[in-house]
Antibody
Framework: QLQLRESGPGLLKPSETLSLNCTVS??????????WGWIRQPPGRGLEWIGN???????YYNPSLESRFTISADTSRNQFSLNLKSVTAADTAVYYC?????????????WGQGTLVTVSS | QSALTQPPSASGSPGRSVTISCTGT?????????VSWYQQHPGKAPKLLIY???KRPSGVPDRFSGSKSGNTASLTVSGLQAEDEADYYC??????????FGTGTKVTVL
């Protein structure tokens, strides 16, 4: 059974850089046919797609978001990561790592449990 | 890339049906047959209910069904049960390997 688990700091100060890792078990991020991505959800609000990375390391980001996000992958550790520079209170959210499936990689079939990131001075 | 529009809330009595709409544009919902729906209980990660407009993953009851007409997709939950009380989100492929989510609908079972 595929499992995804997020890890990273729960609390940051404004202007710091957020680094989150997603460890995948029960499957390989190198397997073709899937993308791996990040979605966030501010407290009490809706879901926001951040971006995806494919098996060859190509990345795709939400064009509506600023270019502060970077997604990368470490296939040797079967992990992928999210970096967010210069965080503000508006970046406070639950961050989910996901597997994206479908012939055009159009839906999320596996989600991590989510990790709450709070930005506060 | 604007969020898809969903009604904030919907409700129904046990055993009845509720339908949730998801309105986008010709650049997302109307342009592709790649609408998906997710159910989210409080404090939990979302769960995939429907993909590619009307396909159900293994294990999802056939009480959940999806459809699309033009720029609007719909999710119908038939035979409402107490455990269906949750938030529901639609999502659509929006071209260039991008996604957009709906604003979310809170379903209450009366």
């Amino acid at each position: 059974q595929l499992q995804l688990r997020e890890s990273g700091p729960g609390l940051l100060k404004p202007s710091e850089t957020l680094s989150l890792n997603c460890t995948v078990s029960g499957g390989s991020i190198r397997s073709g046919g899937y993308y791996w991505g990040w979605i966030r959800q501010p407290p009490g609000r809706g879901l926001e797609w951040i971006g995806n990375i494919n098996y060859s390391g190509h990345t795709y980001y939400n064009p509506s978001l600023e270019s502060r996000f970077t997604i990368s992958a470490d296939t040797s550790r079967n992990q992928f990561s999210l970096n967010l520079k210069s965080v503000t209170a508006a970046d406070t959210a639950v961050y989910y790592c996901t597997r994206v499936a479908g012939s055009w990689r159009t839906h999320v079939d596996y989600w991590g449990q989510g990790t709450l990131v709070t930005v506060s001075s | 890339q604007s969020a898809l529009t969903q009604p904030p809330s919907a409700s129904g009595s046990p055993g009845r049906s509720v339908t949730i709409s998801c309105t986008g544009t010709s650049s997302d919902v109307g342009g592709y047959n790649y609408v998906s729906w997710y159910q989210q209980h409080p404090g939990k990660a979302p769960k995939l209910l429907i993909y590619e407009v009307n396909k159900r993953p293994s294990g999802v009851p056939d009480r959940f069904s999806g459809s699309k007409s033009g720029n609007t997709a719909s999710l119908t939950v038939s035979g409402l049960q107490a455990e269906d009380e949750a938030d529901y989100y639609c999502s659509s492929y929006a071209g260039n390997n991008s996604f957009v989510f709906g604003t979310g609908t809170k379903v209450t079972v009366l």
